[in-house]
């Protein structure tokens, strides 16, 4: 079957722009995660989603990144007013369960110029 | 607060020789540590667990609580190991990553 799929694969945008970015994730995996990994690191925890809530937000660095869920499948995660330290690559992951393995997207490369 | 420390950036080794990724963490509580692969321009996958206790193409990895270790070990290096490795911690929440070891295995 498909797996995790993100949109756009990569996406470049100015200064102060509105980004959105796209996570499909595997049909009925309830749980879905999205990372954010910057050139030399590991991926960092943004927020988790358990249907259609989000369980868990606490790695969103400020309050100009927001992500939804709403109908429980395919999430969108939002950045408003990107700044240059915005860029990185955005890994969306989801799994079966809240303990269960995370299977990853592609990612979507985010270039801030 | 949980932390991955993957010690070595790059670790390049023969075909042939025995492989060591490093892996040591801090965690209140009994944790259940993850491995993660991402082969070249393929997305990050998971390896192994330690829950499981299996081996998966050749690797293993035991939970060494007193020194708080996760090494990730194969006694034979094969090419096609070559990628980036990460150690990790688990939810609640999501993953908690380390920054990952560049392994090259030399012809």
């Known amino acids: 079957g498909a797996g995790v799929s993100q949109t756009p694969s990569n996406k470049v945008t100015e200064k102060g722009k509105y980004v959105e970015l796209r996570c499909d994730p595997i049909?009925?995996?309830?749980?879905l995660y999205w990372y954010r990994q910057s050139l030399g690191q590991g991926p960092e925890f943004l927020i988790y989603?358990?249907?259609?809530?989000?369980?868990?937000d606490s790695g969103l660095p400020n309050d100009r990144f927001f992500a939804v869920r709403p109908e429980g499948s395919v999430s969108t995660l939002k950045i408003q007013r990107t700044e240059r330290g915005d860029s990185a690559m955005y890994l969306c992951a989801s799994s079966s369960d809240s303990g269960g393995t995370q299977y990853f997207g592609p990612g979507t490369r985010l270039l801030v110029l | 607060a949980q932390r991955v420390t993957q010690p070595e950036k790059l670790l390049s080794v023969f075909k042939g020789a025995p492989v060591e990724l490093k892996c040591n963490y801090s965690y209140s509580g009994s944790p259940e540590l993850f491995w993660y692969v991402q082969y070249s321009r393929q997305r990050l996958q998971l390896l192994l667990r330690h829950i499981s206790r299996e081996s998966i193409k050749g690797f293993t990895a035991d939970l060494n609580k007193g020194e708080t270790s996760f090494h990730l070990k194969k006694p034979f290096a094969q090419e096609e190991d070559s990628a980036m490795y990460y150690c990790?911690?688990?939810?609640?929440?999501?993953?908690?990553f380390g920054k990952g070891t560049h392994l090259i295995i030399q012809p």
């Open positions: 989603f358990q249907g259609t809530g989000a369980a868990d």
């Open positions: 990790a911690l688990p939810p609640p929440g999501g993953l908690t």
């Open positions: 049909s009925g995996h309830t749980a």
